[in-house]
């Protein structure tokens, strides 16, 4: 798969994304952040989980279908997520909210990256063919399935380019996992500390049910 390829695949989860983000602001107000970060994060483990059962032989229909989903659940509970965390905070402590939610936004991807690329590498290296390869061209075949697939073209061995590329995708679909295990446990955090309603909707339920008591007073 050449760069172009790449980003072609990457277009389900950036539509997901930003198909889930129109309308969170509009679930939330009628479900509350609570519901609303906890249906995207089920969106996001259950698009993981069906990742995860990826082989050789999965299509791209698939992964455009799995990848799609976890985009919406993505852009879905984590709009919603960061907004209701800044909408809890006064004004006064607005300022270090919005910089805190800043560095999350920021270091999450790379904790994830470590995390589920040491899972990936992990599998890999431990699953990928080396048995009857000189040093040199095992340890570059251990390294990097970039490195696999070139000696096995250089060695002219169909049996090792399919044997690194089942390491891979079995080092993804494990990567898959742990994200979708994440996921679920960020349901369970979302149910026990997300507020069922943001403050400001709160605010405005208050308001309204004493406008119709001033009027006829």
């Known amino acids: 798969m050449d760069a172009q390829g790449a980003g072609f695949r990457l277009l389900p989860t950036i539509l997901g994304m930003a198909v889930g983000a129109i309308p969170a ?3 939330a107000a009628r479900i509350g952040p609570k519901l609303t970060v906890g249906l995207g994060l089920a969106l996001i483990a259950g698009g993981m989980a069906v990742g995860s ?3 050789a032989a999965t299509t791209d229909g698939l992964v455009a279908a799995w990848t799609l989903v976890v985009g919406f659940g993505a852009g879905l509970g984590l709009a919603t997520a960061a907004s209701a965390a800044m ?3 006064d004004a006064e402590h607005s300022g270090v909210g919005s910089a805190l939610v800043q560095a999350v936004i ?5 904790f994830g990256a470590t995390i589920l690329g040491s899972v990936l590498t992990g599998t890999y290296q431990r699953l990928v063919p080396l048995a009857g390869l000189p040093a040199e061209a095992a340890a570059a075949v251990r390294e990097s399935v970039f490195g696999g697939l070139a000696v096995a073209h250089q060695a ?3 049996a090792l380019a399919d044997g690194v590329r089942s390491a891979f995708i079995a080092g993804m679909d494990d990567a898959l996992r742990v994200a979708a295990i994440i996921a679920a446990l960020g349901i369970g955090l979302a149910m026990a500390f997300m507020p069922r309603r943001s403050r400001i909707t ?6 309204s049910g004493h406008e119709p008591a001033t009027a006829t007073s």
């Open 25 to 27: 602001d509009r679930v």
């Open 53 to 55: 059962t990826m082989t």
């Open 87 to 89: 909408v809890e905070l």
């Open 106 to 110: 920021k270091l999450g991807p790379a």
């Open 156 to 158: 002219g061995s169909s």
């Open 202 to 207: 709160a605010e405005e339920g208050a308001q």
